[in-house]
Structure formats: structure tokens, C-alpha cells
């Protein structure tokens, strides 16, 4: 389950102000939030609900990732942020997991997988940012925000270490949706 | 990011509706209908102002999940009604959805002449070269060679052209975008939206059920390598000769949209009396 590398990987714009980056690391919280939600929906509607509970868990924590922000920033809850073409330099916001990789009989250990993922490009994209930023409070902003991504990439590693990964079979379906016979 | 506080702006969530979609987990359907949310926030519309119309299909469930106007017709007729409904509401921002075999076979004659008249509305098509909704069976983009039980060997018919057709017929705005790539895709939506007259996105959005090699898209895609033109015959050039997989603007042509006639110069007696023998 890896992210899919059409849409860049190049260099992205570095923020030229706080409020830029932060407005960067708002938008990619709330698409965070909507997607893991999105997930979590998806996997209810077809009955995976180890899976459902374990996203809908992320969009938890992400939302309080978007919360810190506001308050941090003093915005409005319901803020909008000017959506900019190529920020990101992937398909999606770095923190976003991809539909593609979903399964409809895909175990824990994957979606944690595909969240291990999505903090490691989060993190990835702050701590290019911390590297880039010209002035001293984006980059000091910047490298705050990736410390954060660390620690939700390790408290998804210590999850992953207690569930086990599943069978080489785990997708076989003895009832599935394009049995024709 | 001066405009930071301006809370008046539309986000995507509300383009979204309570429903929750039903598609397969992993079906490219999904990020499309984060791409028009998106793309409709871009152009701060407000949802009354917009209907979506489609037809029958997985995708043609779209409209259902939007917060705006919605119209889920019959069987290939998606854009019969979108076109009445531009026709009499101009005013509103009319954005047709649906799928390959919706669209080109039972949809087929209606996508001609809607290319053809050009009314000011948008057309996204999500290709999956299947009919995902009954169970796999080949469609008109599906390629010859594609083996399944229900068409073992492969239909052997040659695969439907989507994008010549509509160059030919007479679309304004011609172009290519893969669900994988939603802001992309969000991009194109709202550039065709905005473009005069019937702007035409093919989406190439995976169905992982039947077609789950299409998983493979992503790593074939790839942007146009050339700036779009407005010159048709430049158009079906880099169209007919493209592997399928450029994604951008390929056309934007300057036809002018069709307008609605003028109101009647004769009243109703005046006509019947034209006709009394």
C-alpha cells in the first residue's frame, strides 16, 4: 500500500509567512479529518468495523490537530483556506490516505499501515518546510508541526506492534461480489 | 493568505450531503465527487445555484451526494435532462455525471448532439471501462482483448473513442483527468465549468471490483506534455495519438455557446391564424 507518485515529488513552494504555512498545515488537518471520516464511513457501510472504529479513531486525532491550529492561530473554526495548486507536490495533501488503497476485507493492520504512511509524508513535508523557510518563526512553526507528525508516527508503531498481520489470503472472499458462475 | 479570515467562502464539506456513498471501498467514484466538491467551492457557487443530473450507474449516484440541485434520471438520458434544464434555467450551473456505459452506448446519440449544441454545462464522465453496476460486462471503452467470464476471449470490438467523438461533434472544452489525482481533477472540473459551452471531462476513475488492474492507472498516468489549443485539427491530432493516459486540458475552443432564441415576435392568434386553411 504505497502512495501513488503521479503529481510530483518535486520541490514544493517554501511559505512565505506564518500564516501561509499554517493555513498549509490547517488544510491538510481538515482533509486528514474529512478522509479518515470518509474511511471510516466506507468501511461501516460494508461491515469491516474493526477498520471503521480504527479511522474513525485518526479523524479523531487529527481533528484535534486542526483544533491546536485554530487556537494557536486565533481563526475562526470555520476559517477558509484559499486552496493553492501545487503545494503539495503529491496527488493529495500528504496527511491524506489514498481510496485506492482501501480493501473491503482489509484488516487493521493495513489501515494502519496506510496511516503509518500518511504520517510519514506529514512529517516528510514539515520538516522540508523547516528546511526551506526563510524566516525564523515559519521554520521554527515548521519544525514544531513535524515533531508533532513524529509522534503520531510513533504512537502508530506501537499500535501496529500489537495487531497481527494478517494472512497471505486475507482478501479472499468465499462469497464475493463478482462470483458469476 | 490575506483573505485567511474571510469566512464567507465556500469549503467542499458544503457540497457534501448527509448520504454516505455506497460505493466499493478503493472505487475511484469517491475522490471524484471530492473533485466536483472541491472544484464548486473553487468557483463559489453556492449549492443552490448548481444542479447535478446523471443518469444510471455507480457513478450516476453523484447527485445524491451533493448538497445541490439533483436529478437522478433514466438509463443514458443524463444529459437529454441536463440540456432541458439548462435550456430552461440558464442561470443555474448544470454539471452532468456519469459513467462509460451510461454516457456512450445507451447515452451515446444524446452525448453526440449535446457535444453538438453546445449548451453551457459540463459533462464529467468517471471511465471504468465496465459496467461496474451489473456485474462486469464489457462497455463501450472496454478494450477488445479484455478477458472475463462474460465475455471470454474479449469482445474483440474496438474500443469507443470518447474524446475524438466529442472533438468531432463539437464540445468546447475536451480533456482528460484521473481520479487519483483529485486536485488535479478538481482543477480541470472547475477550468471546465467555467469554460463557455459544453465542456467534456473525461475522468478515468478505477473499478477495483471488476477491473482491479486498473489499480495500475496510477503509475501510467502522466500530464499533457503540450499547452492546450483551441485549434480542433491540432486537437485530434495529440488526441488520436495519445496512449490514453494524458491527463490536462487537450482542447478549449472558442465556439460560442448556444443561446436561446429570441422570444416569439407573434402571439398565439396571430400563429393559428398563419395556419387556418
Same mark, same amino acid.
Request: aromatic letters at 8%.
Given at each position: ?181 | ?53 446523471? /443518469?444510471? @450507474?455507480?457513478? =450516476?449516484?453523484? !447527485? ?12 443514458? $438520458? &443524463? ?74 476471449? /474479449?469482445? @474483440?470490438?474496438? =474500443?469507443?473513442? !470518447? ?12 480533456? $482528460? &483527468? ?74 478549449? /475552443? ?21 395556419? &387556418?386553411?
Amino acid at each position: 500500500m504505497t502512495r501513488a507518485r503521479f503529481g510530483g515529488g518535486g520541490a514544493r513552494p517554501a511559505p512565505r509567512s506564518l500564516n501561509e504555512l499554517m493555513g498549509q498545515a490547517l488544510t491538510m488537518e481538515r482533509e486528514a479529518v474529512a478522509r479518515y471520516t470518509e474511511l471510516a464511513d466506507m468501511m461501516e457501510t460494508h461491515n469491516n468495523l474493526d477498520v471503521a472504529a480504527l479511522f474513525r479513531k485518526m479523524a479523531g486525532y487529527e481533528q484535534l490537530h486542526v483544533e491546536q491550529i485554530l487556537a494557536d492561530m486565533g481563526w475562526a473554526a470555520d476559517v477558509v483556506v484559499p486552496r493553492q495548486s501545487g503545494v503539495w507536490g503529491t496527488p493529495e495533501s500528504p496527511e491524506v490516505v489514498p481510496i485506492e488503497d482501501m480493501h473491503y476485507l482489509m484488516h487493521p493492520w493495513h489501515a494502519l499501515q496506510a496511516a503509518l504512511s500518511a504520517e510519514q509524508r506529514a512529517e516528510a513535508f514539515f520538516a522540508e518546510m523547516a528546511g526551506t523557510a526563510a524566516d525564523e518563526a515559519v521554520r521554527q512553526a515548521a519544525e514544531e508541526m513535524r515533531r508533532e507528525e513524529a509522534e503520531h508516527v510513533a504512537l502508530v508503531l506501537e499500535w501496529l506492534a500489537k495487531v497481527p498481520q494478517p494472512d497471505s489470503d486475507w482478501s479472499v472472499d468465499p462469497d464475493p461480489p463478482r462470483h458469476m458462475d | 493568505m490575506n483573505d485567511m479570515t474571510d469566512a464567507t467562502r465556500l469549503s467542499a464539506a458544503d457540497f457534501k450531503s448527509d448520504y454516505k456513498p455506497i460505493w466499493c471501498p478503493g472505487c475511484g467514484d469517491y475522490t471524484v465527487l471530492g473533485s466536483l466538491t472541491k472544484a464548486l467551492a473553487q468557483l463559489g457557487r453556492p449549492p443552490h445555484e448548481v444542479a447535478v443530473v446523471s /443518469g444510471i @450507474g455507480c457513478s =450516476s449516484r453523484i !447527485p445524491a451526494y451533493t448538497t445541490c440541485y439533483g436529478f437522478h434520471g433514466v438509463h443514458g $438520458r &443524463a444529459l437529454a435532462a441536463g440540456t432541458g434544464l439548462k435550456a430552461a434555467r440558464p442561470e443555474l450551473t448544470v454539471v452532468v455525471t456519469g459513467g462509460d456505459g451510461d454516457g456512450y452506448s445507451i447515452g451515446g446519440n444524446h452525448f453526440m448532439h449535446a457535444c453538438r449544441r453546445n449548451l453551457d454545462l459540463t459533462y464529467l464522465v468517471m471511465d471504468n471501462h465496465v459496467y461496474g453496476m451489473t456485474k462486469g460486462q464489457a462497455s463501450p471503452t472496454t478494450e477488445p482483448d479484455w478477458d472475463n467470464k462474460l465475455s471470454p476471449g /474479449g469482445t @474483440g470490438l474496438r =474500443s469507443f473513442h !470518447p474524446l475524438v467523438i466529442a472533438l468531432a461533434a463539437g464540445a468546447n472544452f475536451v480533456a $482528460r &483527468a484521473f481520479s487519483g489525482d483529485p486536485n488535479g481533477t478538481a482543477d480541470l472540473v472547475a477550468q471546465a465549468i467555467r469554460h463557455p459551452g459544453f465542456s467534456f471531462v473525461e475522468i478515468l476513475s478505477p473499478c477495483v471490483t471488476f477491473r482491479p488492474e486498473q489499480r495500475g492507472w496510477k503509475d501510467v498516468v502522466h500530464r499533457a506534455a503540450v499547452p492546450e489549443t483551441d485549434d480542433p485539427a491540432r486537437a485530434a491530432r495529440r488526441i488520436m495519438t495519445d496512449d490514453g493516459f494524458n491527463l490536462g486540458v487537450l482542447y478549449a /475552443g472558442k465556439r460560442a455557446p448556444y443561446a436561446r432564441t429570441p422570444a416569439a415576435s407573434a402571439s398565439l392568434a396571430q400563429i393559428e391564424q398563419a395556419f &387556418a386553411v
